[in-house]
């Protein structure tokens, strides 16, 4: 089993449409979480950190079930511009990230 | 404020030889992390340096080597090139005692072993 395991995708969805997605981890010490967006053939950039409590910016939600190893991403009122590849990554030991293989968004007009 | 170099941005090797990758960390940021990423998959961890040390390391073999100079910049050097070592090769810089921390991630060094 992979450390860090996502939904396959790919994800073809309308402009306007709300999409989530999955991330599941295995290493219950694992301490911080983040999604990282990256376009076709670029780095990834940081999207948003992940807390417990659940965050949210804009039209994006982050949630993190700790007790599940859950992680999930939820955007609503899709955008063109949101087409990308969407990465959950997973820190254990301090800066040691783990990615997972990413899910691939494609916002239809 | 420039964020992390990297370069070259494409190299072509063929199999055996050896290359040499290049990486400037964003301003204030004293860690430096390699990952290598496959068409198709997520960033595979490689290492990590701080203080010029290499403190982490993926499971990579020894072929993949690294050094860190007293300006935090950093290379990754790939000995005996393989077919299978052809990817986009990643650089993120953070600053390591400001946790939890994110990282920043270069343009990349994409490189092609024929």
């Known amino acids: 089993r992979k450390e860090v395991e996502q939904d396959p995708g790919p994800f073809n969805v309308p402009e306007g449409a709300t999409v989530a997605f999955n991330c599941t981890y295995s290493?219950?010490?694992?301490?911080?979480f983040f999604w990282y967006r990256q376009d076709c053939r670029k780095e990834p950039k940081l999207l948003m950190s992940?807390?417990?409590s659940g965050n949210e910016d804009g039209r994006f939600t982050a949630q993190l079930n700790r007790a599940s190893q859950y992680i999930s991403l939820l955007i609503r009122d899709s955008k063109l511009s949101d087409s990308a590849t969407y990465l959950c990554?997973?820190?254990?030991?301090?800066?040691?990230?783990?990615f997972g293989p990413g899910t691939r968004l494609s916002v239809l007009p | 404020d420039a964020g992390v170099t990297q370069s070259p941005t494409h190299l072509i090797k063929t199999r055996g030889q050896q290359v040499t990758l290049r990486c400037s960390p964003k301003?204030?940021?004293?860690?430096v992390s390699w990952y290598q990423q496959a068409l198709g998959q997520g960033p595979q961890f490689i290492f990590q340096?701080?203080?010029?040390?290499?403190?982490q390391r993926g499971n990579f073999p020894d072929r993949f080597s690294g050094h860190q100079y007293p300006n935090y910049s950093s290379e990754l050097n790939v000995n005996a090139l393989l077919l299978g070592d052809s990817a986009l090769y990643l650089c993120?810089?953070?600053?390591?005692?400001?946790?939890?921390?994110?990282?920043?991630f270069g343009p990349g060094t994409r490189l092609t072993v024929l």
């Open positions: 993120a810089s953070s600053q390591r005692m400001v946790g939890p921390d994110t990282q920043y």
């Open positions: 340096y701080y203080e010029e040390e290499e403190r």
């Open positions: 990554v997973v820190d254990n030991y301090g800066q040691n990230f783990v």
């Open positions: 992940v807390y417990s």
């Open positions: 290493n219950s010490a694992s301490q911080s």
């Open positions: 301003s204030g940021h004293d860690t």
